[in-house]
């Protein structure tokens, strides 16, 4: 079992549906980085195009508009014409009047694994000198399983050695930007909840190591949104067991 090496995205999947995870784990079978990185976006739908753009900008966005915001310059003109960035603008410029000091990054898109877990943390920030924040960008959708999430990345920032050696921070909070929108919502997170979410991905991972990877009962994504849908729609019935969800 110690040689299942789990993404966030896996994880998630798994939770999902377990035929999701399946396949999205052959596609994954032989690399160590998630999908982001080692596909060209042209291959991708257009939704998951437009997330990959998005989380471009606001990675670059630091470098490209943070001496204009930090000295209150206004916004350039390239992110009044963008609505991604415009709104982005805006929500820095706040977070810059509310942290000051730690407001510049502390990493961005930063690839983190261990042996049994791996991701890439679109954002940390500093919020003093020995703890940070986890922040994930999103589209507007609202997601099923954000606390998931945020303590997945928890749990494999506490667990990188080399991470907790170079930087000694404790991660206390998440966060979720919603790019499309501009909201912005966040929790705290202490050491217990760490070691409890331990736990609970310790029987997922148990349980997906049953090999029970059963499709969602008549699932209503097969028609729109599941990136899966159109091989899952071609595998017979007969070849997998029905979810009783
Ligand atoms: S279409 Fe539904 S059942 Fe099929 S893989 Fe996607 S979420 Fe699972």
């Not at 090496?5 to 896996?10: A, G, I, R």
């Not at 999947?13 to 980085?33: E, I, S």
């Not at 000091?101 to 694994?113: G, K, N, S, V």
């Not at 919020?127 to 303590?151: P, Q, W």
Request: contains cysteine; charged residues 25%; hydrophobic residues 30%.
């Amino acid at each position: 079992m110690s040689q299942l090496n789990l993404s966030k995205t896996e994880f998630i999947a798994y939770l999902d549906c377990p035929l999701k995870f399946y396949l999205l784990k052959q596609q994954n079978l032989y690399t160590k980085q998630g999908p982001r990185s080692n596909i060209l976006s042209k291959f991708y739908r257009i939704p998951t195009q437009r997330g990959i753009r998005a989380h471009t900008l606001l990675k670059e966005f630091y470098g490209n508009y943070g001496d204009d915001l930090q000295v209150g310059n206004p916004p350039p003109e390239q992110v009044l014409l963008d609505p991604v960035l415009r709104l982005f603008w805006d929500q820095e410029t706040h977070r810059y009047e509310v942290e000051g000091e730690y407001w510049y990054p502390f990493a961005l898109e930063y690839y983190l694994t261990t042996q049994t877990m791996r991701g890439i943390i679109d954002r940390i920030d500093q919020l003093d000198e020995h703890t940070c924040r986890l922040v994930e960008y999103k589209s507007s959708l609202k997601g099923s399983f954000l606390n998931e999430e945020l303590l997945f990345y928890a749990l494999l920032v506490s667990e990188n050695l080399e991470f907790q050696q170079q930087y000694k921070k404790t991660v206390t909070q998440g966060a979720v930007y919603y790019y499309d929108t501009g909201e912005w919502i966040t929790r705290e997170i202490t050491e217990e909840d760490i070691l409890e979410f331990k736990d609970y991905l310790q029987t997922i991972r148990e349980d997906i190591m049953t090999g029970n990877w059963t499709k969602r009962h008549q699932c209503k994504l097969q028609k729109h949104d599941c990136f899966f849908a159109t091989v899952c729609t071609k595998i017979p019935d007969a070849l997998l067991r029905e979810s009783s969800e």
